[in-house]
């Protein structure tokens, strides 16, 4: 596409190739009156994630487990409908695409590694318990009457 807004960078050095994005546009319902019933404002960009060779293997099959929902014969659809002009539905949609790409492909989170508390810190809590105990005991055992 002639003058867009440069490459599509997922993350790092990675791209989204320009070829392997298919655009389809249509009407667009919402906001733009007469002009909008005669122009096809609407952008679905479609990315065929099974097929490519863009992402490396161990990001593509991430990406295909983490979007597995959204997929639909390997292929990830996004729509853009909330700008009047097809260009910017066009860059809307291309953003949204890089950031779910780059969102699927980022590797997991590290284990959560449980932190110790220290012996000090559970006796002093369990003193404390056992004084409240005591002073609440202490209450009931009265005769108040």
């Known amino acids: 596409m002639d003058g867009m807004s440069g ?36 952008v679905e960009l479609r990315f065929d994630l099974a097929a490519t060779e ?11 487990e983490r979007l597995a929902g959204r997929l639909t ?11 009047r002009s097809q260009w910017r539905n066009r860059e809307t949609a291309a953003v949204r695409l890089t950031a ?4 699927a492909t980022a590797p997991p989170p590290r284990p959560r590694k449980p932190t110790r508390i220290p012996r000090g810190i559970n006796e002093r809590r369990l ?14 055992a009265r005769d108040w009457g």
């Open 7 to 42: 490459p599509h960078v997922i993350r790092g050095s990675v791209l989204l190739p320009e070829a392997e994005l298919m655009w389809r546009f249509s009407r667009s319902s919402g906001p733009g009156g007469q002009h909008v019933n005669t122009t096809d404002s609407q």
């Open 54 to 64: 863009a992402l490396p293997e161990v990001w593509k099959q991430r990406a295909l």
């Open 73 to 83: 014969d390997g292929v990830v659809t996004v729509r853009a409908s909330e700008h």
């Open 100 to 103: 779910l790409l780059a969102e």
């Open 127 to 140: 003193r404390e318990k056992k004084q409240r105990s005591e002073t609440k005991r202490g209450r009931s």
